[in-house]
């Protein structure tokens, strides 16, 4: 591409953002790196009553989680109202658009008497100006809107990204409103005016902006500004087969961060909702990058699959950095009110224990140990606490005070003792790791001991 590619992310800041908006900007971000051009964050707040700054927060939050970084902005639509209000002035003076006086009473009787005569409700253009007609007088008292000047004929078409090749009929759009009676712009105008400042030339978003995109297209050539490519993408379902949204389903970005997830496998599993790359499931962001040309992009809606986040995590997992781990799972471990200092998960501790774990949290299920009292199910107590294997315990515990405190000198201890009282590694190894662990199953018995204090094993060795 001989042009400098420059695409967008715009959540509104009504809501966390969402898996959905989440995916969308994973598309945009890693098209524009593939192209070596810039991705640009712009909040859309001009929904007042219900955006607000923790919102805000949130999506920044959630990208920074996910790495999605931006080269320009965040870019305030608030902020820009004066020149919204240019724009749409320059465009009634151009005849291409116009105030409009109607009251939402009137608005509420003309939808009903169009549905009366089963006709598709729409505005019916009683203050668009034509050749020869005769506005209305001006109401006393009424703020006007400013309505845009739809074409009344011919096809608006452009080739989706994704969809292919889509047209729409004028004839089935009315007059848009683009600035509203306080003189906020709505959603079609403003982000026209931004992309447009912007230099955007590629816009990624949800299929649900299929039919905002003919009046964006009018508008776009109304004020002479090219026209960004678009890239409708498939919604994302659920579980229920219904559509992911902030009203219904939906998790935000940040809350998977709590759950345990680590972000480049979300990273990962985002990108294979709705776009692939041969058979390729696991793959780096640089190969993401590589890789994402805005080809194979799925034209079908995307299935939300709590499994197979699971098991992509979980072979992250397996292959992330220890020390990093040990601090995430130190976090989760005081989410559980447990108290730990910085440094006191040791990554030792995350290297014996990860491949067992789909997420953090299952990691500092294991970890909380180590850091807090255990109690074994009443069970298992009673099936692996024989009398017969208490002497042992005893005889272990006193072992284990004399002998030095790693992991070969600990087996070596519970070998003596096995052989000291006739058992097999099994009828000594569980009931050591009930007492101690509060689990009858866990890695080699002997690296999990070498890991506590040794006044804690000892401790809970004679508690039985």
């Given amino acids: 591409m001989t042009q400098k590619i420059r695409t967008r992310i715009a959540p509104s800041p009504t809501g966390f953002l969402h898996l959905g908006t989440a995916r969308t900007a994973l598309f945009s971000w890693a098209f524009a790196r593939h ?10 707040d001009t929904d007042v009553a219900r955006s607000t700054q923790a919102s805000v927060e949130q999506i920044l939050e959630a990208m920074q989680w996910l790495g999605l970084d931006y080269d320009e902005g965040p870019f305030y639509q608030m902020q820009r109202l004066e020149r919204y209000q240019a724009i749409a002035e320059q465009l009634v003076a ?3 658009a116009y105030r409009c006086y109607c009251t ?6 003309m939808r009903e008497a169009q549905k009366a005569r089963g006709e598709k409700t729409g505005y019916d253009g009683r203050w668009r100006p034509e050749p020869g007609k005769v506005l209305p007088p001006i109401p006393d008292g009424v703020k006007p809107v400013i309505r845009f000047r739809n074409p009344a004929d011919g096809d608006v078409t452009w080739n989706d990204l994704v969809k292919g090749p889509i047209s729409i009929s004028n004839r089935e759009i009315d007059d848009l409103i683009i600035v509203r009676p306080d003189g906020v712009p709505t959603y079609n105008f403003a982000v026209v005016v931004d992309d447009w400042d912007m230099d955007i030339t590629h816009v ?10 003919p009046w964006q297209i009018n508008i776009f050539r109304a004020l002479g500004a090219p026209l960004p490519q678009f890239g409708h993408v498939p919604v994302i379902l659920g579980d229920d087969g219904l559509k992911l949204s902030k009203r219904r389903g939906a998790v935000s970005v940040t809350a ?3 759950m345990g997830y680590l972000p480049e496998a979300m990273l990962n599993y985002l990108a294979r909702l709705g776009w692939s790359h041969g058979d ?15 080809e194979h992009l799925s034209k079908s809606p995307a299935q939300w699959d709590a499994a197979k986040l699971a098991w992509v995590n979980a072979q992250y997992m397996k292959h992330a950095d220890d020390a990093r781990l040990a601090g995430l799972a130190a976090g989760q471990l005081r989410r559980k009110g447990l108290v730990v200092e910085d ?5 030792a501790m995350t290297a014996l224990f990860k491949d067992r774990c789909t997420t953090t949290v299952d990691l500092a299920d294991w970890l909380a140990m180590y850091f807090g009292p255990v109690a074994a199910s009443e069970e298992d107590r009673a099936h692996h606490l024989t009398e017969a294997v208490k002497p042992a315990l005893a005889a272990l515990a006193a072992r284990l005070a004399e002998v030095a405190w790693e992991k070969t000198a600990i087996n070596q201890a519970i070998k003596d003792t096995i052989h000291e009282h006739g058992l097999k590694m099994p009828q000594l190894a569980i009931p050591v790791r009930v007492l101690v662990c509060g689990r009858a199953q866990t890695p080699s018995v ?10 804690t094993v000892i401790e809970r060795l004679q508690s039985f």
Avoid: C, M
């Fill in 446 to 455: 002997d690296a999990v001991l070498s890991l506590f204090d040794r006044a």
């Fill in 94 to 96: 151009d005849g291409k």
């Fill in 343 to 347: 440094g006191q998960v040791s990554p």
């Fill in 256 to 258: 998977y961060e709590e």
């Fill in 204 to 213: 990624f978003r949800g299929d649900e902006h299929v039919n905002n995109t």
């Fill in 104 to 109: 939402p009473e009137e608005l509420d009787a």
């Fill in 35 to 44: 192209f070596g051009g810039e991705f640009v964050l712009r909040i859309e």
């Fill in 280 to 294: 390729d499931e696991l793959f780096t962001r640089e190969q993401l990058v590589a890789w994402f040309d805005g």
